[in-house]
């Protein structure tokens, strides 16, 4: 594997991943025989595509190749990617061919001022998510919801973090516990794609991978999801499971933080116990230190 390389390297791992999840009956082939590997062998993929066993050896290896569009598109083809997926293997096989990798962004995320202030304005849990989830400044109505910020030290404060920790979120009674972390472990890979080495997605990525045999074996899936809403359900011991729906929204910078919004339906249940759960934050006594 060359680690020179870093977009080749997440190019081959995209390649091998998807390879791996499909099987020869999928692609109109039979199995016969046994086979050492569940999914498609490389000199299958490698005949769907129309390309040699040594060349789609040497991308899965994230070797010195260039592939063309035409390549791409059919090795999209024969993997049977969706128009995400496509956009992602383009993506780190256009970062591939570069030369020399480009200079990557690494600057302090920071939040504009009128930002902060319309986070404080606003009458529904907000925040604000860097590139690689970490909760860069929320408003009274979200620390109701996820608690203090003082709680937690500032690298513990990452929202991918949070969903492993089983302090935060226990995944065998937190309903949609997968769905939710795969959202995040999408928005993750992302930001991965774009900067393969950045410091602070190696050390999330790798602290998760040691501690956490589900986030293993989410990870290496390698899914590919470009999630801009959903559903999250928070587990609130005063008042219940309050199930929510989230949007987001980009904020200047590229690439930069998102606004995270969660709403309710008015007059539901879950509106209910939210407006409860506010009242109890507004209302709880101030720790002095």
């Known amino acids: 594997m060359n680690s020179s390389r870093p977009h080749a390297r997440e190019l081959g791992d995209f390649l091998r991943a998807r390879r791996g999840q499909l099987r020869p009956q999928d692609v109109g082939l039979v199995p016969g025989g ?15 595509a129309g390309v040699s066993t040594d060349y789609y050896q040497r991308m899965e290896q994230g070797r010195e190749v260039r592939p063309s569009d035409d390549i791409l598109n059919a090795l999209a083809r024969a993997l049977g990617l969706d128009d995400k997926e496509c956009r992602h293997l383009f993506a780190l096989a256009r970062a591939a061919r570069r030369p020399e990798p480009t200079k990557a ?3 302090r995320e920071r939040v504009p001022d009128s930002t902060r202030r319309l986070l404080r304005l606003m009458a529904t849990p907000a925040l604000v998510l860097g590139r690689h989830l970490d909760l860069l400044d929320w408003n009274e109505m979200a620390e109701a919801l996820l608690g203090s910020p003082d709680d937690y030290p500032p690298d513990r404060l990452n929202m991918l973090l949070l969903m492993f920790d089983e302090t935060f979120t226990d995944p065998r009674t937190c309903p949609g516990w997968e769905e939710q972390a795969l959202e995040y472990i999408g928005m993750m890979r992302s930001a991965v794609a774009a900067d393969p080495t950045h410091p602070r997605a190696t050390a999330i990525v790798g602290e998760l991978s040691i501690r956490s045999a589900e986030f293993r074996g989410l990870w290496a899936r390698h899914d590919v999801r470009e999630t801009v809403s959903g ?18 929204y980009p904020l200047p910078g590229n690439p930069g933080p998102v606004m995270l919004v969660f709403t309710v339906e008015p007059g539901s249940a879950d509106a209910d116990r939210l407006q409860l759960l506010t009242s109890l934050h507004a209302t709880r006594p101030t720790r002095v230190d």
């Open 34 to 48: 046994r086979r050492k590997v569940t999914g498609l062998r490389r000199e299958e993929l490698a005949l769907l």
């Open 105 to 107: 962004d690494r600057g």
């Open 231 to 248: 559903t999250k359900t928070f587990q609130v011991p005063q008042v219940g499971d309050i199930v929510l729906g989230w949007d987001t």
